[in-house]
């Protein structure tokens, strides 16, 4: 069955680097998702990309935060000043039209 | 704003007993409903999922039941087995027409299924 991919496994950056964090969605999915988990809270939106743009974002993914689709396989979230706070698991997902969202199994981003 | 949440944090439930998880959710015009299940070290696994049009969907020894009079969601896990232990989440979208856009989460409900 076709998963979504994230690498890698577990980041550990110091605090104020730039970290990347990528995803290989679902091959014939056309809609992506960015979400975070800190440890013992819920799943919350960072951010979702159609046709090349962002559609949607919420109020964590502020101007720290970017993504892009660099190619027709990957999608990547980059932090460009990491802090403390964004310490958390990184979950990437995919739809396809009116499918559920699939995820992969997230990125431990830890920041020292 | 949407808000979606748990009864209960955990769920103990002996090996061949069906189990039941709830959530209630706030946004009356939430239209689509997901349930998924996260096993420890692993992203949100898709379990069942149930548009506001509907009020039971069954799949392999799942159920998801909707009751939007009263803005509940229910997981029935039928013999349940140990490998259904893990936490599992409500998520909810609101009425956009279509699967797509933000998911909102539930904060999850740890199932421990003892022998």
């Known amino acids: 069955e076709p998963e979504v991919t994230q690498t890698p496994s577990h980041q550990v950056t110091q605090m104020g680097q730039e970290v990347i964090l990528r995803c290989v969605p679902i091959s014939n999915h056309l809609y992506f998702y960015w979400y975070r988990q800190i440890l013992g809270q819920k799943v919350e939106f960072l951010v979702s990309?159609?046709?090349?743009?962002?559609?949607?974002k919420s109020e964590i993914f502020d101007d720290q935060f970017s993504v892009e689709r660099p190619d027709g396989s990957n999608f990547t979230l980059k932090i460009r000043s990491t802090k403390l706070e964004d310490s958390a698991m990184y979950f990437c997902a995919s739809s396809g039209i009116n499918q559920p969202q699939h995820f992969g199994d997230g990125t431990r981003l830890s920041i020292l | 704003g949407e808000s979606v949440g748990l009864h209960l944090p955990t769920l103990s439930v002996q090996e061949g007993d069906n189990s039941i998880i709830n959530c209630a959710y706030s946004?009356?015009?939430?239209?689509?409903f997901i349930w998924y299940k996260q096993e420890s070290g692993k992203g949100p696994q898709f379990i069942i999922d149930?548009?506001?049009?509907?009020d039971k969907r069954q799949g392999q020894r799942v159920t998801v039941l909707l009751n939007k009079t009263v803005k509940h969601l229910s997981l029935q896990i039928a013999a349940t087995q140990p490998g259904d232990s893990a936490v599992y989440f409500c998520?909810?979208?609101?009425?956009?027409?279509?699967?797509?856009?933000?998911?909102?989460f539930g904060r999850g409900t740890q199932l421990t299924v003892w022998p």
């Open positions: 990309f159609y046709n090349n743009e962002i559609s949607e």
């Open positions: 946004n009356s015009a939430s239209d689509y």
């Open positions: 149930i548009r506001s049009n509907m």
């Open positions: 998520a909810e979208l609101p009425d956009r027409g279509s699967t797509l856009g933000r998911l909102y």
